[in-house]
């Protein structure tokens, strides 16, 4: 089955300090998309990534869809304390509704 | 009102017992599925059901029975639970041929067999 790889595992950060976790696929994608999840709570839809090259924004959200479609990243500028969570790509399967969960990355901030 | 809503919050039983855990979505979606989440936050789907129709049915235990009565419901029986399925069971939906595979999640439910 596909298998998608995010880096780092864990990231602590100072608040204030800018923080990226990258998503990486050995296939080329349809679509990517980015879920976070808060400690004890649920995965969150936070978008969604079609084209190549693609770049969104959301406040001090950047995600990015590489130009090859087998990679994307999700950078966050100036940390917060309620930015922590665990931030996970997901890969959607041609035109299908199934999606495969990248293994997350959990961002900790410490004040 | 919630969206995506999951009975019990919590479970914990002995191993061997039967167990469901039961899901309810009042966003008019036609796509239900079933995630488990182990304790290193790994998330795979298990289950996926479209108009009540099995179209995902991942490498899971034959102890594991999804049924959906409705678009709106999806359930999960458990047969002779194990201590490997202790574990996060998260229910999400989405609405298919929109373009946009944007999943919502329940609460989900935390299963702990001893």
């Known amino acids: 089955g596909q298998q998608v790889m995010q880096i780092p595992q864990y990231q602590h950060v100072q608040e204030g300090e800018d923080f990226t976790t990258y998503c990486n696929s050995s296939t080329t994608l349809s679509n990517i998309q980015w879920y976070k999840q808060r400690p004890g709570g649920h995965p969150v839809f936070l978008i969604q990534?079609?084209?190549?090259?693609e770049v969104k924004k959301q406040k001090r959200l950047t995600f990015q869809f590489g130009e090859a479609k087998k990679n994307s990243s999700l950078h966050i500028t100036a940390t917060q304390t309620t930015d922590v969570g665990t931030y996970f790509c997901a890969v959607g399967a041609g035109g299908g509704n199934k999606l495969t969960f990248g293994t997350g990355t959990q961002l900790k901030v410490e004040l | 009102d919630t969206a995506v809503s999951q009975t019990p919050k919590y479970l914990v039983t002995q191993m061997g017992n039967d167990k469901s855990i039961k899901c309810e979505q009042n966003?008019?979606?036609?796509?239900m599925y079933w995630y488990k989440q182990d304790s290193k936050k790994f998330l795979k789907i298990m289950f996926s059901?479209?108009?009540?129709?099995?179209?995902i049915n991942e490498t899971v235990p034959n102890r594991f029975s999804p049924k959906s009565p409705d678009k709106a419901h999806l359930n999960l029986h458990i047969n002779s639970l194990e201590l490997g399925d202790s574990a996060v069971y998260f229910c999400a939906s989405s609405s298919s041929g929109t373009g946009s595979y944007e999943q919502y999640f329940g609460p989900g439910t935390r299963l702990t067999v001893t």
């Open positions: 990534l079609v084209k190549s090259g």
């Open positions: 059901y479209n108009n009540k129709e099995l179209i």
């Open positions: 966003l008019g979606h036609d796509t």
